[in-house]
């Protein structure tokens, strides 16, 4: 035993290579395909190995009294776990995805309108779960 281990530090790690053969600076391989909802105004998949979400927009369309917003379309977020109820994950998973959007939908064009996006897990391996909240 070394003298760090005797006073209780932890071991160090070797990262130079995870446990399902990536290095530690490979990402699991990406997919991505789009248009697969008929009814959604768009929609997508992404999947990275054994992790998939799905995600479908619906609007503009007229916003209900409660979410009205007079100067810009209001950005609805709705993430669906894999199973259970929402929980605290689900709801600030939301807030940072909203926030995103937010900077990249032009609102401003759309007055007194609602955009919701739907976002449903799928499978999740830990890309989806492990994702730090800020």
């Known amino acids: 035993m070394t003298a760090m281990e005797e006073e209780g530090a932890p071991p160090s790690l070797d990262v130079s290579q995870r446990t399902d053969g990536r290095s ?3 990402l699991r391989p990406l997919q ?8 959604a105004h ?5 999947s990275q190995e054994s992790t998939r979400v799905m995600a479908a927009v619906y ?7 409660r979410k009205e917003n007079a100067e810009r379309a209001v950005v609805e ?18 807030v940072v995805v909203r926030r995103s959007l937010e ?21 999740d391996d830990g890309s989806v ?5 800020l």
């Open 129 to 133: 779960s492990f994702f730090p909240m």
């Open 59 to 65: 609007g503009p369309k007229p916003a209900a009294m």
């Open 103 to 123: 900077f990249i939908i032009l609102t401003a064009l759309h007055l007194n309108t609602a955009i919701s996006v739907i976002l449903q897990v799928i499978s």
């Open 32 to 39: 991505c395909s789009r248009g697969l909802l008929a009814r």
């Open 42 to 46: 768009g929609s997508a998949t992404w």
């Open 24 to 26: 530690a600076s490979q």
């Open 77 to 94: 977020i709705i993430w669906r776990a894999k199973n259970g109820l929402p929980g605290s994950y689900e709801k600030e998973a939301e």
